[in-house]
């Protein structure tokens, strides 16, 4: 199973960008890089998956350096809703998705 | 379109009993697996179910099986129930490979309390 680093607590304000990294050193060539938010009580909701150089979508980038490595959740003018745990998800090559502790984000007004 | 749905959402037990947890999945899935998690912590894999049979195994006892019907739904067993097997038991449900994209889709979860 890939192990995935990242850090345990955030704090942002509204508006700002929010940048969270995952280190994911022993990935495999197969794997992509999926992330995942989670409110309290809530199962997790997938916000982004890539597998090389740069995705957008609605709601967040992710950036992965060429090694893939490690990744980059980038998340664009946060506002309070944003409060939640981010995970980063890397397969391994086991096929079954692996959490970590996740990374906690507290936005403040 | 429902996604993955969960029954029930709360339940109490005491320790020793027994308690069987009930997903339906997102609409075109087939593949459904079942997560642990603690207060705090991330999500822990317990198993996987696809074509009625499981697939992989997370580092969970015997007490933990599961199974999955025709339709594709799933049932979580927990037996001889301990303290620590409070948890939120979620399902997540994807359609069949590739497994390496790794994309689920959760339920609310269960929330057990063991007395």
């Known amino acids: 199973l890939a192990k995935t680093t990242q850090p345990i607590s955030m704090d942002s304000y509204e508006g700002q960008e929010v940048n969270i990294t995952c280190s994911h050193n022993?990935?495999?060539?197969?794997?992509?890089i999926t992330w995942y938010q989670q409110f309290p009580s809530q199962g997790p909701r997938f916000i982004i998956q890539?597998?090389?150089t740069k995705v957008t979508n609605e709601v967040a980038s992710l950036f992965i350096p060429a090694d893939r490595k490690s990744s980059t959740l980038s998340l664009p003018r946060v506002s309070l809703s944003d409060t939640a745990v981010y995970y980063c998800?890397?397969?391994?090559?086991?096929?079954?998705?692996?959490f970590g502790r996740g990374t906690s984000l507290i936005v403040h007004p | 379109d429902a996604g993955v749905t969960q029954s029930p959402t709360h339940l109490i037990k005491t320790r020793g009993q027994q308690v069987t947890l009930r997903c339906s999945p997102k609409s075109g899935h087939d593949t459904v697996s079942w997560y642990q998690q603690a207060l705090g912590q991330g999500p822990q894999f317990i198993f996987q179910y696809y074509e009625e049979e499981e697939r992989q195994r997370g580092n969970f006892p015997d007490r933990f099986s599961g199974h999955q019907f025709p339709n594709y739904s799933s049932e979580l067993n927990v037996n001889a129930l301990l303290l620590g097997d409070s948890a939120l038991y979620l399902c997540?449900?994807?359609?069949?490979?590739?497994?390496?994209?790794?994309?689920?889709?959760f339920g609310e979860g269960s929330r057990l309390t063991v007395l």
């Open positions: 890539g597998y090389k």
């Open positions: 022993n990935i495999a060539t197969n794997d992509y």
């Open positions: 997540a449900s994807r359609p069949t490979p590739p497994p390496n994209t790794g994309e689920l889709f």
């Open positions: 998800l890397v397969p391994g090559g086991s096929y079954i998705p692996t």
